[in-house]
């Protein structure tokens, strides 16, 4: 299947630092690429949908201020977590879909966990 | 507005025994259907996915899954855990298959296998 790959897998920060996390399609162009965030036995919610080439879709709720999103290639959206607090230590997940393919199925990263200290 | 309600947080089953874990979901017509599995501090690994058809779907790793229009439903099965499939799972549906449309997750069933 396709791989989406996610860097940094860990990151440890001090708090009032930005973190960029970088999600790349390997073998496959996206032109959407989704953006997840999971807390400690939760579920994954939706934070944002990428968009290449123009703004990202935010949710209800997130701060698009707080959590760059920047889709400047088919293969490459990056998340930056602006003047990051403890609270926005998370499980931070992205995902994307074959542009060409009609399969509906979404690939994810492996995640990227963010500690703020 | 879609949703997706996995009614069991937590499910434990002694290992050889049978699983389900339940489903439910909330749309108009009827969406794409996905089951995912997460190791602890993994990413997501799909297990089975429902577009049309054959309503009982099979998956990797032994796994199936019945898509049921008239409950609203797509429980996952097993007939015979292994201990390696303690792990979370989570249902996920999307409108269609269309590039820019968003899966939405349920919250989730921890697996824990007894030996």
């Known amino acids: 299947g396709a791989v989406v790959s996610q860097h940094p897998s860990r990151v440890i920060c001090k708090s009032g630092t930005s973190v960029k996390i970088e999600c790349r399609s390997l073998d496959f162009q996206a032109t959407t690429m989704f953006w997840y965030r999971q807390f400690p036995k939760q579920s994954l919610m939706l934070m944002a949908t990428s968009n290449e080439g123009s703004k990202a879709t935010y949710e209800q709720g997130v701060e698009k201020d707080k959590f760059l999103i920047n889709h400047a290639s088919l293969t490459l959206s990056t998340l930056t977590v602006t003047s990051a607090h403890p609270e926005d230590s998370s499980f931070y997940i992205c995902s994307a879909r074959d542009s060409a393919g009609n399969t509906g199925e979404l690939f994810f990263g492996e995640g990227s966990r963010l500690t703020v200290l | 507005a879609q949703s997706v309600t996995q009614p069991d947080i937590h499910i434990t089953v002694s290992e050889g025994a049978s699983l389900e874990l339940r489903c439910n979901y909330s749309?108009?017509?009827?969406?794409?259907l996905f089951w995912y599995v997460q190791s602890p501090g993994q990413g997501l690994q799909l297990l089975l996915k429902?577009?049309?058809?054959?309503?009982l779907v099979q998956g990797i790793k032994g796994f199936e899954a019945e898509f049921k229009r008239s409950q609203s439903s797509f429980n996952l099965r097993k007939p015979s855990v292994h201990w390696s499939d303690a792990a979370e799972y989570f249902c996920a549906v999307t409108p269609s298959s269309g590039a820019t449309n968003k899966l939405i997750f349920g919250t989730g069933t921890l697996l824990a296998v007894q030996p």
């Open positions: 749309y108009g017509a009827t969406p794409y």
């Open positions: 429902y577009f049309s058809g054959d309503t």
